[in-house]
C-alpha cells in the first residue's frame, strides 16, 4: 500500500465511503463508520500491500464496524423503527433499514454474511473471501439466518 | 444484459485488478454499475483528520511503567492494579500498554494533551494499543462501565466515544486491560469548563 496517506485516501477512501453509504442510513453515521475504518487502514498499512486483498479488507472490516455501531444503538431507536415498519424481514432489502432492525437479534456473523451478501451483492464464493472462512460456513451462517427470519416472521 | 456484478467486482475493477470478461462485458454496456466506478474514481481531496493521520504520533502518555505517565499528566490519578482483591500480582507487562485520547470539537479532531480541558459536547475516544492484554473495559466516574470488549494486538481505535455532558466537575475515564491476571488500569481525570472559549 502507498506510505503516502493522500495517495491512500484518494485511492481507497471513496470504495470505503460508497460501501458504509450502502449500509447505513445515516449520513454522518455512514461517514463516522467510512473514517474508522480508513483511519484502521492506515494504521494497518505496513500489514496490506496487495489491492485485492485490501479491497477485502475494507469490505470485512466496515461490515463489522458498522454491525459493532447498530449493535450499540439504543433500544429505543429499534422500538421506534419497528412502529413505523411492517414490512417483511426478510424481503429484499432495504439495507440500513435491515441492519437497524436485526442488529439486536441477529448474531454479528450472520447479519455479516447478509450485509455482504444482500447490501453488497457478493456471491458466497466472495463472501467466503472475504471473511476467510469456508463456502460451507458461509451457507450454513446463511441458512441459520434464514430460518431466523422464518421464526421473526412468524411471531410477527 | 447479464446480472450486476458484486460492488466488491466493481471496485476490484476501479483499483486496476482484472476482472473476468463477463464482468468487462457488462461494465461496458450497464449504466447503473457504471455510474457506480465513476463515483469511486472521483478525486477527493483528503480532509484534515487524514492528513493527520500521516502525522508522527504523539504519544504523551506513553507508559513503561506507571512513572512516565504520572509525570505526564502530572495532577491526573494513575493507578496500576491487577484488580480488587489480588494486589500480589500489580504490574504493567514489559512493553507496557499506551493510549491516546481522541477529542473530537465540532469538525476538529485532536489528541489530548493533558492539559486541555474538555468542554460539553466534545467527543471522546480512546485508541490503545493493548501489547498482549485481550480485553478491555472503560468505565466513567464510580466504574460506571462504559465499553467492555476484547481488543487485539495493534493499536486499537474503539469503536465507542462519549459525549461529555453539560454537568459540572470533571470528567473521569478509567481504562482497564486484561487477560485474566495482571489486569492494567489506568484513570484519567479531565477538567472541564463550560465556559466556550478556544483550548
Known amino acids: 500500500m502507498p506510505l503516502d496517506v493522500e495517495h491512500t485516501y484518494r485511492r481507497y477512501f471513496p470504495i470505503i465511503r460508497e460501501k458504509c453509504a450502502r449500509m447505513l442510513r445515516d449520513r454522518a453515521e455512514a461517514q463516522d463508520v467510512a473514517?474508522?475504518?480508513?483511519?484502521?487502514?492506515?494504521?494497518?498499512?505496513?500489514?496490506?500491500?496487495?489491492?485485492?486483498?485490501?479491497?477485502?479488507?475494507?469490505?470485512?472490516?466496515?461490515?463489522?464496524?458498522?454491525?459493532?455501531?447498530?449493535?450499540?444503538?439504543?433500544?429505543?431507536?429499534?422500538?421506534?423503527?419497528?412502529?413505523?415498519?411492517?414490512?417483511?424481514?426478510?424481503?429484499?432489502?432495504?439495507?440500513?433499514?435491515?441492519?437497524?432492525?436485526?442488529?439486536?437479534?441477529?448474531?454479528?456473523?450472520?447479519?455479516e454474511v447478509a450485509i455482504l451478501g444482500r447490501v453488497d451483492g457478493l456471491s458466497q464464493d466472495e463472501i467466503a473471501r472475504v471473511l476467510g472462512c469456508s463456502e460451507r460456513t458461509v451457507r450454513r451462517l446463511l441458512q441459520k439466518l434464514e430460518t431466523r427470519l422464518s421464526r421473526l416472521r412468524e411471531s410477527a | 444484459m447479464t446480472e450486476h456484478p458484486s460492488f466488491l467486482q466493481l471496485d476490484r475493477a476501479t483499483l486496476g485488478i482484472e476482472v473476468a470478461s463477463e464482468t468487462r462485458a457488462h461494465l461496458a454496456s450497464c449504466d447503473h454499475c457504471r455510474r457506480h466506478l465513476e463515483r469511486v474514481?472521483?478525486?477527493?481531496?483528503?480532509?484534515?483528520?487524514?492528513?493527520?493521520?500521516?502525522?508522527?504520533?504523539?504519544?504523551?502518555?506513553?507508559?513503561?511503567?506507571?512513572?512516565?505517565?504520572?509525570?505526564?499528566?502530572?495532577?491526573?490519578?494513575?493507578?496500576?492494579?491487577?484488580?480488587?482483591?489480588?494486589?500480589?500480582?500489580?504490574?504493567?507487562?514489559?512493553?507496557g500498554p499506551s493510549f491516546t485520547l481522541h477529542i473530537k470539537r465540532g469538525d476538529t479532531v485532536f489528541a489530548w494533551d493533558a492539559a486541555t480541558r474538555v468542554q460539553p459536547d466534545d467527543q471522546l475516544r480512546l485508541e490503545v494499543a493493548a501489547t498482549g492484554f485481550r480485553r478491555i473495559r472503560v468505565l466513567a466516574a464510580n466504574d460506571v462501565p462504559l465499553y467492555d470488549a476484547p481488543i487485539g494486538d495493534g493499536v486499537t481505535l474503539l469503536p465507542a466515544a462519549w459525549k461529555v455532558d453539560v454537568q459540572p466537575g470533571d470528567e473521569t475515564l478509567t481504562i482497564v486491560l486484561s487477560d485474566g491476571p495482571p489486569t492494567w488500569r489506568t484513570t484519567l481525570k479531565l477538567s472541564k469548563t463550560t465556559e466556550e472559549h478556544p483550548r
Not at chain 1, 69 to 98: F, K, N, Q, S, Y
Open chain 1, 35 to 111: 473514517q474508522e475504518t480508513f483511519t484502521r487502514l492506515w494504521a494497518e498499512r505496513d500489514r496490506l500491500q496487495d489491492p485485492g486483498a485490501i479491497a477485502s479488507w475494507i469490505y470485512r472490516t466496515s461490515t463489522r464496524i458498522a454491525i459493532d455501531r447498530h449493535r450499540r444503538v439504543r433500544r429505543e431507536d429499534e422500538l421506534a423503527d419497528e412502529a413505523g415498519d411492517h414490512t417483511d424481514p426478510g424481503a429484499r432489502i432495504d439495507a440500513t433499514r435491515m441492519l437497524a432492525r436485526l442488529a439486536h437479534r441477529v448474531p454479528a456473523a450472520e447479519l
Open chain 2, 41 to 95: 474514481a472521483e478525486p477527493e481531496a483528503p480532509p484534515a483528520w487524514a492528513r493527520d493521520l500521516a502525522r508522527p504520533r504523539r504519544r504523551p502518555w506513553r507508559i513503561w511503567g506507571g512513572l512516565a505517565l504520572a509525570s505526564a499528566i502530572a495532577v491526573f490519578v494513575v493507578v496500576l492494579t491487577r484488580g480488587r482483591g489480588a494486589p500480589e500480582y500489580t504490574t504493567v507487562k514489559s512493553a
